[in-house]
């Protein structure tokens, strides 16, 4: 739940438009034959005023003009010259700029009756604070704390203001917080302290306009320029941006919201978006034309992200779990005399084999245990000695200990012997680069609810149309028969043969939207692999070992061992971790004590650091 509020100051709360150190700055640049303009004056707003003049100087431009005029680059005494004369210009005009922006006083006071208290940074010094702060309590705006970079050392982008703020105010953990300001430097404060950190539109720097010059502004304008400064926050990294002061309350109820509903940092199902599950809202019809549309657009989608050379691959979907679709295509592929050599490493490979077992198919096991990845001399020696061999399954990404196992070396083998190329992919595909033309794969399997970010409910196959037409009459099952599937969905446009999981379908065409709006499956495993770096070094510093050495390492999910000298429960350590917002998975091998840790679905890079800064507090508390 939110517990605080921290305000800017200048364009924020008070001075609409940013202008008080505006024409300052200008000024004592000219007054050195230094013209700067108002963008430039206003690039580095936020920051401590020292920084700012700093900034400014530093610019190309403004750099090459002083070196043209002094016949020398700038240097820190030059610095402390322009903040001279700064500061006591500043200070004669701050009382004429302590107006309050519209809004802030009904909306403090809103916040406080729910308890939530107002704190404040700022880029001016606490001895222009001391007018300022006077001058806004006159006309009715105080907040519960006042820090300046003279309180801690250092202004922003730096976030030791916050945290002072979050000391004297009691505020923890740092997701109980929202940092609103309206320049780009107070962004990257919140980002810096790990709080929910929010740019406001109307009376910010950003935008540069008084309040009269706004006002004036055609509706249309105010939308275009709304647009453009909403963009330049939402580049900066802002978490969220609002038009105005007013919109805040409504934006702290949806956070809490967001925050009832905890991280799922597991390989699926995962966390998806807000517009992924928006989508389920509606309803459809099996037989409608429209849906059906969308399930050969679908089809067609699936294989473009699996390969370039799209004329021999079809695609097909399956009710059910990721598990249904596996055993669809073990149960349909491999003929009845048929032998499937299975390659296992961990429990999702064992459950190939449990497949086979259960469908009475003739099946070779090459268990390579938990922690090794697949041998592939041994690879080669069950084919060269089990010339009956027809079909050879393995996992890719085996979320038993989130190894990701080595599919192209063990495919150029089974294709040396002419065997039927089965992948388990149901972790990896959309998440990790794979073409199943280069790697030989005749069958891939993967699931909705995976790297592509859907919701669970049906799995898919992306299976080479000369190998899926020898699948005819093969099946050992009704409602599991693949290539009937197929047929069906061929033969009528897309129609399903039994009842299609319609609003899982629509949720997973938002996603594979969403996927591409990323920048497509590479985009998506710079993302992932970043969050798995991040999130490996976090707990290393924090003392947890991973299982496996990093050059075996997917950037889907990691495990850790125990640590070590410390009366570990993993049921406390979980239960901990769900209430500050994460859920994380138990470990699934039988010879470590061992946890795992997703990086998959809509994570990023800034919930690793929550999940690393709650996993410290557990440590210390």
């Known amino acids: 739940m939110i517990k605080g509020v921290i305000f800017d100051w200048a364009g924020t709360t008070i001075d609409f438009g940013c202008f008080a150190p505006l024409n300052v700055f200008i000024e004592i640049f000219n007054n050195k034959g230094i013209a700067i303009t108002v963008q430039e004056a206003r690039e580095p707003m936020g920051m401590l005023k020292k920084d700012h003049v700093r900034a400014i100087l530093s610019m190309p431009r403004v750099s090459k003009l002083w070196a043209e005029k002094f016949n020398r680059e700038f240097n820190e005494n030059d610095v402390e010259e322009l903040y001279s004369d700064f500061e006591p210009a500043l200070m004669s005009i701050l009382p004429d700029y302590t107006d309050i922006i519209d809004g802030v006083l009904p909306i403090c006071a809103e916040l406080r009756s729910k308890g939530i208290k107002i704190g404040s940074t700022t880029g001016y010094t606490r001895k222009m604070m001391e007018v300022v702060t006077v001058e806004a309590a006159k006309k009715g705006y105080t907040p519960d704390c006042i820090v300046t970079a003279d309180d801690v050392g250092t202004g922003r982008p730096h976030p030791f203001m916050l945290y002072r703020n979050m000391q004297n105010l009691g505020l923890y953990p740092p997701k109980s917080v929202v940092k609103v300001g309206d320049t780009i430097t107070d962004i990257q404060e919140g980002l810096n302290a790990g709080v929910w950190s929010v740019g406001i539109i109307t009376g910010s720097s950003e935008m540069g306009l008084t309040e009269s010059e706004y006002r004036a502004l055609p509706e249309t304008e105010k939308i275009e320029l709304g647009k453009q400064v909403k963009k330049t926050f939402f580049d900066a990294g802002a978490d969220y941006v609002i038009n105005t002061i007013n919109e805040l309350p409504v934006l702290i109820d949806e956070i809490n919201d967001s925050q009832n509903q905890y991280l799922l940092l597991t390989p699926g199902p995962l966390t998806t978006t807000k517009s992924v599950k928006n989508v389920m809202l509606k309803d459809w019809c099996t037989w409608d034309n429209d849906y059906n549309s969308i399930i050969q657009k679908l089809r067609c989608d699936l294989v473009k992200l699996a390969t370039n050379k799209t004329s021999d691959y079809t695609a097909i979907l399956m009710q059910g779990s990721g598990t249904f679709t596996v055993e669809s295509v073990i149960g349909t592929t491999v003929e009845q005399n048929g032998t499937l050599l299975v390659i296992t490493n961990g429990a999702y490979g064992d459950r190939i ?269």
């Open 353 to 621: 084999a449990e497949i086979a077992k259960v469908l009475k198919i003739n099946t070779i096991v090459q268990d390579s245990g938990e922690v090794d990845p697949p041998d592939l001399v041994k690879l080669r020696e069950n084919l060269q000695i089990n010339p009956d061999i027809t079909h050879v399954a393995i996992v890719h990404c085996e979320t038993t200990t989130g190894m990701l196992n080595d599919i192209e070396a063990a495919g150029k083998i089974i294709k040396e012997y002419n065997k039927v190329f089965i992948v388990d992919a149901m972790s990896s595909f959309g998440g990790i680069p794979i073409d199943v033309s280069d790697l030989q794969i005749d069958f891939l399997v993967s699931s909705a609810n995976k790297c592509i970010q859907g919701v669970p409910g049906f799995g898919f196959i992306v299976a080479k149309t000369t190998e899926l037409k020898k699948c005819k009459d093969r099946s050992r099952s009704l409602s599991l028969n693949f290539y009937d599937q197929w047929q069906g969905m061929e033969s009528g446009s897309g129609k399903w043969r039994y009842t299609s999981p319609t609003h899982v379908v629509r949720a997973f065409c938002q996603a594979v939207l969403e996927l591409e709006q990323e920048g497509g499956i590479t985009a998506r495993y710079a993302r992932y692999k970043n969050n798995q770096k991040t999130l490996v070094n976090g707990m290393k510093h924090l003392g947890f070992k991973p299982l496996l050495p990093e050059s075996l390492h997917s950037p889907v999910i990691t495990s850790f061992y125990y640590p070590e000298n410390c009366n570990f429960s993993f049921i406390d350590f979980y239960n901990f971790l769900k209430g500050e917002g994460y859920v994380i998975y138990p470990g699934k091998i039988s010879k470590a004590q061992t946890f795992r840790i997703g990086n998959i679905g809509d994570i990023h890079e800034k919930n690793i650091w929550g999940l690393l800064s709650a996993i410290e507090v557990y440590l210390i508390r």
